[in-house]
């Protein structure tokens, strides 16, 4: 039961984590038509920061499963994409710099199937939040629509919709 609660914890926060980045995102899209150049990079931004601390949130969630014997590879996995996405972002120049945002969103989408495939892992919800994070990614990716400011509107709305998924199945099965 505490293992579960832990499991349960760590999903709620890496939750509420991407339905805060969402708001935000959709707030800084208001702006963007005032002030376009700086608030893409301050999205760009949020999106390395929130990137940043779900991969340290998941780092604190597989370390804990480890010491308890429980399945962490995926969060493992959540840990790597998601600073190895952080970091590019923070890193690639401003042409490139949405791109690993879709590729850690059809990554943690799988690490996520994955994970609610498991007895510990199964929560409402959550396989609903996997297919979302990779439908978006793959829309993102190779979606009829490239255009930087309809992308990020995309993003605002996946990370509201999977961050409120995530957070709702967390909560409901406590």
């Known amino acids: ?87 590019t972002i923070l890193v690639v120049a401003a042409p490139g710099r949405f791109r690993p945002f879709p590729v850690w969103a059809i990554v943690t989408g799988v690490l996520e199937a994955v994970q609610a495939l498991t007895p510990a892992g199964r929560t409402p919800g959550r396989l609903l939040a996997a297919i979302v994070s990779v439908a978006f990614g793959l829309f993102a990716l190779f979606g009829p629509v490239q255009d930087r400011a309809v992308l990020l509107l995309v993003a605002a709305a996946f990370a509201v919709v999977a961050g409120g998924l995530r957070l709702g199945g967390a909560v409901r099965s406590r």
Do not use: C, K, Q, Y
Not at 28 to 50: D, G
Not at 53 to 74: C, F, H, K, N, Q
């Open 1 to 87: 039961m505490i293992a579960s609660s832990r499991t349960h914890r760590g999903l709620a926060i890496r939750g509420a984590l991407l339905l805060v980045v969402g708001l935000i995102e959709g707030v800084l899209l208001l702006f963007a038509f005032r002030i376009p150049n700086i608030t893409v990079h301050e999205i760009t931004l949020v999106l390395a920061v929130f990137l940043l601390a779900d991969g340290t949130v998941a780092l604190l969630e597989a370390a804990s499963a480890a010491t308890r014997g429980a399945a962490w590879r995926a969060l493992a996995g959540d840990t790597l994409i998601s600073l190895a996405a952080g970091v």
